[in-house]
Structure formats: structure tokens, C-alpha cells
């Protein structure tokens, strides 16, 4: 069976940094895009960031860009994600998914099959 479990989370102030983990386990990690994304309360699912199989291709939601990094490590089954400068608004749960098929990534949650438990990042101002 397939399972991702993303770790990381925790409260942080506001311009600090969180390093999130997604561990995977049940299928072919680095033959895999890997993609984040979060969830504020009362808000919908958002893509994040994803990362290709080869980890050659990268993208990021415009909120993010320059200060988010996603990164993988084949050896260890184990996607990242380093947040930077971090936002009151990015405040959410952050989840891991892996594409359907084990595809191509994008920042659609309904192009993902696989979801992971999530890690809660909370950004005090």
C-alpha cells in the first residue's frame, strides 16, 4: 500500500523557517513526481509546489515562489519542502500527494491519487 506521511510542522513567528518531510513507502518513490499542498480552515486544497520524478522540473504557486524550495532524495524515499520567510497566510495543513498513475505533477489536487496525513504549520504575526 501506498503511504506518505509528512512531518515537520510546528508554530513558527513570522519571517522564520520550517523544513517539511514527506517519508514514502508502497511504491516506486524516484519513478514518481511528488507534489504539497495545503489547507487553511474554511478554505480549499491548494497546490503548493510539486517536483518531477527526476527532479529536474520544479513548480511553485505564485505565493510561494522565492521562499518555498521543494527538493527530493531518491536514497531516502523522502520529498522536502523548506519554507522561508514564512507568512501568517501560510498558515494551513500541508499535506503531501503523489500524482494518479504516477504521473506528471501539478498544483491540482484532483490530479493526485495518493494523500498523505498532514503536518499543521501555524505563522504567528
Known amino acids: 500500500d501506498v503511504q506518505l506521511q509528512a512531518f515537520g510542522g510546528g508554530l513558527v513567528q513570522a519571517g522564520g523557517s520550517l523544513r517539511l518531510s514527506c517519508a514514502a513507502s508502497g511504491f516506486t518513490f524516484d519513478g514518481s513526481a511528488i507534489g504539497w499542498f495545503r489547507q487553511a480552515p474554511g478554505k480549499e486544497r491548494e497546490g503548493v509546489s510539486w517536483?518531477?520524478?527526476?527532479?529536474?522540473?520544479?513548480e511553485y504557486a505564485e505565493s510561494v515562489k522565492g521562499r518555498f524550495t521543494i527538493t527530493r532524495d531518491d536514497a531516502k524515499n523522502t520529498a522536502y519542502l523548506q519554507m522561508n520567510s514564512l507568512e501568517p497566510e501560510d498558515t494551513a495543513v500541508y499535506f503531501c500527494?503523489?500524482?494518479w498513475g504516477y504521473g506528471f505533477g501539478s498544483l491540482k489536487p484532483e490530479n493526485y491519487e495518493h494523500w498523505g496525513q498532514g503536518t499543521q504549520v501555524t505563522v504567528s504575526s
Open positions: 517536483i518531477s520524478s527526476s527532479g529536474g522540473s520544479t
Open positions: 500527494a503523489v500524482p
